[in-house]
């Protein structure tokens, strides 16, 4: 049987996701990061899921011959913090992490309380470079 993964890209409403946002500086946060990623992707936003807001896609095939679609990139404004999928990791962005303030990292993902708290000159680097590395990867058609 195929592997297929949970979170698909579907055809339900940004904006409609952001309005429901309760805290109204969440909701202000995640509109800037809507402009952001949109400037710098030159995707359009779409959902993944229900609560990730993604920007372009490409198609990944494992060793294992595992494949699936995922997002270029994307954001997901979470209670109390906002997740930002950087696909390409942070071993590489050292120096970017260091100068862009509170933050902690996992595997692809960004995590940041709010967006005061860091350099936004700093993240849209950061946005720019996973972008930039995405694109070297996986070249669009």
Same mark, same amino acid.
């Given at each position: 049987?195929?592997?297929?993964?949970?979170?698909?890209?579907?055809?339900?409403?940004?904006?409609?996701?952001?309005?429901?946002?309760?805290?109204?500086?969440?909701?202000?946060?995640?509109?800037?990061?809507?402009?952001?990623?949109?400037?710098?992707?030159?995707?359009?936003?779409?959902?993944?899921?229900?609560?990730?807001?993604?920007?372009?896609?490409?198609?990944?095939?494992?060793?294992?011959?595992?494949?699936?679609?995922?997002?270029?990139?994307?954001?997901?404004?979470?209670? #109390? &913090?906002?997740? $930002? !999928?950087?696909?390409?990791?942070?071993?590489?962005?050292? /120096?970017? +992490? =260091?100068? *862009?303030?509170?933050?902690?990292? #996992? &595997?692809?993902? $960004? !995590?940041?309380?709010?967006?005061?708290?860091?350099?936004? /000159?700093? +993240? =849209?680097? *950061?946005?720019?470079?996973?972008?930039?590395?995405?694109?070297?990867?996986?070249?669009?058609?």
């Amino acid at each position: 049987m195929a592997y297929q993964a949970k979170t698909q890209r579907t055809n339900a409403s940004v904006r409609d996701f952001i309005e429901a946002i309760e805290n109204q500086k969440q909701k202000e946060e995640a509109y800037l990061l809507l402009e952001l990623y949109q400037d710098i992707s030159n995707y359009s936003a779409e959902m993944w899921g229900s609560s990730i807001i993604g920007f372009g896609s490409y198609h990944y095939r494992y060793a294992s011959g595992q494949e699936g679609d995922w997002m270029r990139g994307g954001f997901s404004p979470r209670k #109390g &913090k906002h997740s $930002l !999928y950087l696909m390409d990791g942070f071993e590489q962005h050292g /120096d970017l +992490l =260091k100068q *862009l303030g509170k933050c902690k990292t #996992g &595997k692809s993902c $960004l !995590y940041i309380n709010k967006l005061e708290d860091i350099n936004l /000159d700093t +993240l =849209k680097e *950061l946005i720019q470079a996973s972008f930039d590395h995405m694109r070297k990867l996986y070249p669009e058609d």
